[in-house]
């Protein structure tokens, strides 16, 4: 059974940084792309970013390019998501997520990822 467990969420000023990591068990982790998303209150849930099987290829919102940084440490089947320059709209529940299909291409729909963590919650206090 595929189990996505986040971790390393928290509350911080804006400006800030913050990592935040997805463990994943239940069977060979580098052979899915992965994403992140996320949550605000009142909110659909978006699309953050989202990286290859083997990390060569990555996706990002518009508006965390250029201050999140999406890797992966396939020997330790853990997902990472670093957000630096943190921003109070960056507030939400953040999610990662694996497709159920050995698929090694990312992509940025939700309906690409079959498989969710339980959510870790990110406050940024302006």
């Known amino acids: 059974q595929v189990q996505l467990v986040e971790s390393g969420g928290g509350l911080v000023q804006a400006g800030g940084s913050l990592r935040l990591s997805c463990a994943a068990s239940g069977r060979t982790f580098g052979n899915y792309a992965m994403g992140w998303f996320r949550q605000a209150p009142g909110k659909e849930r978006e699309f953050v970013s989202a990286i290859s099987c083997l990390g060569g290829t990555t996706y990002y919102l518009d508006s965390v390019k250029d201050r999140f940084i999406i890797s992966r440490d396939n020997a330790k089947n853990t997902l990472y998501l670093k957000m630096n320059s943190l921003k109070p709209e960056d507030t939400a529940v953040y999610y990662c997520?694996?497709?159920?299909?050995?698929?090694?291409?990312?992509?940025?729909?939700?309906?690409?990822?079959?498989?969710w963590g339980q959510g870790t919650q990110v406050t940024v206090s302006s």
């Open positions: 997520a694996a497709p159920k299909s050995p698929y090694c291409s990312a992509t940025i729909n939700q309906k690409g990822y079959d498989y």
